[in-house]
């Protein structure tokens, strides 16, 4: 493995492994090489000079014991730092040891033939009916065995379909649609009525939340893309807040005049305030020279004051009635991080943290620096106000995970939080707080780079609960003060927004189940005690579970971490098992209902791009059809494999397993338009016919075998 850091901050990490090389790209805030160079002055016999100062980078490799850059400067010292920034560039989505201020893994692109054309076979009024999605050119309904259109959409209508299915819920017959963009909507397939529905989304790493006229609203964004406003209570889509493109680092909801605003921070150092309930743009603030990521409000009568700093190390404060900066504050000598208002002797006061390990204060009226202390010898991280007992604390997350608590004045710490780690974790950032109110008692929510997030009894200092990482390192954190219950939102690295009920944590709607494609859609019966679901897989690496009924969200699977490429459910036991496959070469089982991971089946010479699940001897099995035309299965209670079906050597595109006169038959389509057919028991290949399609759907039909390809269905 090579780490390359160039000086201007941008950071290659590439592994060398039999099965090919990946290579990944970030960005480094400058306190991470300065904590290198000061790590590396410290070595005893090492040069009190940089290292390799002529050089415009360092290019340092990873052997057994150490990591070096080839000269006579072994740096074994800082290699926890540096297997720390590999493994958060390689995993962005696992696990953040770093803070996000500090490192920032380029976005994993949707590899562009995870949208492919896509088919499924069911009823429509009771009689064989298929559903057919060609890229680019919308979907279509149509009768089997005839092929006669019962509807569809085409290119134009804003939703370009990149997986369907078809299923029975309570008696009524659904289509659903997986999108490009991460939505996925349902119809009744009869009436072609809309059932539930998500809009989609190009991620959210930052959230924000407030009332809009009364309103609960949530708005989230990006790394790219526009800032996208929806309801909380539904997560119904509301429209954009253009922002060029350019992404948002950083998003803050406040009132002004008793005007609702909504203000980003973007990556090239620009802010944008809008009228939140217009969308109309209001102010465009410029004057920071790197990205701003920390924003504060202030609000005053009518007036408010806006505070921004970033990574030019300063703050600014400006007038969100005019779009008049007011003030400039300087001192910090590093990124700053956090910035929250607090009163100190009846007179607004500022405060700040930093990478410099420093927390600040500023008087806001006089523009003047109160004092600054050191917090602890680590990066902080983030910081809120937080009132407890009547007294207005600041509360301050750091690198190593731990929220301290400090007065104003003076900046005695006065308590702190730390939660527990299992036996050999290590610490993990906070990247993020957010303060909330919860019958009556004072809460601090806080983001961390494990994907986790903890509820904080403020004054207790006890932890009321912790949700599991779903997304990857979490973001951004917000609460929004709804009137009948307090909802918790959460932005994460995979742009997955996560939206909550803060008093338990509950999961409720948001508005895209996924960050790009929609690779797999499969609608699940129900076993006693269970409803319907629908489960979906993405590009993204996630599975979501939602009513198939309402669209309720249920369960949120983190995957497979380069893109899932397959889904199936069966029965076994009584209980719902739901086979998933993805890019890393694996199938996963897991238990849908209780969302436990269960064994991972391993062997496939390729991903697979095609799942189904079916019984054998009396036992279940799930077999794959992979990209190099192999057809594999496992006995799904034991995991073991029971079959390597003989065949092609292309992608296989479509793939059954159904009982027929007492024999079990697998049969399976690949892309260059043949269908095989083979007992399963015996692995004997039955039959083997060209098509003049490629079949990316068959059944089992009254009338023969159905097949869906593009251009419509035929009967064989």
Known sequence: MELTIDEDGSLLVERQLPEGDTVRYGGLDQAVPQRLLTTLRATPGASAEEPVADRAARRLTVGDTAWTDGTEHPVPPVARLLEALAVQLLQPLEYGQLPLAVVESAAVEAAADTVLPAAAIGTVDGLPAYALAEGGQGFDLGRLPDGGSLGGSDGEAGLLPSAVALGVVDDRELFAVGAADGAVQV?????????????????????????????????????????????????????????????????????????????????????????????????????????????????????????????????????????????????????????????????????????????????????????GRPAGGSWLTALATVTVGGQELLASGDEHGRIRLWETKGGKPVGSYEPERADGAGPVPVNALAVGDLYGRPVLVAGYGDGRIRLWDAAARTELYALDSDGGPVGSVAVL???????????????????????????????????????????????????????????????????????????????????????????????????????????????????????????????????????LDGRAVVLAGCTDGSVLGWDVMGGHGIADLPGGTAEVRSLICQELDGEVLVAAGDATATLRLWHLATGTLVNEAPLDRTPLAIAFGETGLYVVGPGGALTL
């Not at 997560?235 to 998003?251: F, N, S, T, V, W």
């Open 187 to 371: 119809w009744d397939a009869a009436s072609g009525a809309l059932v539930h529905g998500t809009s989609g989304g190009e991620g959210a790493q930052v959230v924000a939340a407030g009332l809009v006229q009364g309103v609960p609203l949530v708005f989230s964004g990006g790394r790219r893309g526009e800032v996208r406003a929806w309801r909380a209570e539904d997560g119904k889509g509301l429209g954009l807040l253009e922002i060029g493109g350019e992404g948002a680092r950083a998003l803050l909801h406040a009132r002004c005049a008793s005007v609702d605003l909504v203000v980003a921070a973007a990556s090239d150092g620009t802010v944008r305030v809008w009228d939140a309930g217009a969308g109309a743009q209001l102010h465009l603030l410029v004057g920071h020279s790197a990205p701003v990521i920390a924003l504060a409000v202030l609000p005053l009568g009518e007036q408010a004051l806006l505070a921004t700093g970033g990574q030019d190390q300063d703050i600014r404060l400006w007038d969100l009635a005019t779009g008049r900066q007011v003030a400039l504050f300087t001192g910090h000598s590093a990124t700053v991080t956090g910035l929250t208002f607090t009163e100190l002797d009846g007179r607004p006061v500022l405060a700040s943290c930093a990478l410099d390990n420093t927390l600040r204060t500023w008087d806001v009226y006089a523009a003047t620096a109160l004092g």
């Open 481 to 615: 003060p709804a009137e009948g219950e307090p909802v918790l939102v959460c932005g994460t690295v995979a742009g997955a927004v996560r939206c909550h009920r803060l008093s338990d944590g509950v999961p409720l709607s948001v508005p895209t189940p996924h960050t790009g494609p929609v690779t797999a859609l499969v609608f699940g019966e129900p076993v006693p005690g269970t409803t319907a679901i629908l489960v979906s897989g993405g590009a993204d690496g996630t599975v979501r579970v939602r009513s198939a009924q309402d669209g309720a969200p249920l369960r949120q699977l983190a995957a497979h971490q380069d893109g899932v490429t397959a889904l199936a459910i069966g029965e076994v036991s009584g209980r719902r098992v739901l086979a998933s496959a993805g890019r890393d070469r694996t199938v996963r089982l897991w238990d849908v209902d209780g969302g436990q991971a269960g064994p991972v089946l391993t062997g496939l010479r390729e991903s697979a791009e095609k799942l189904t699940v079916g019984t």
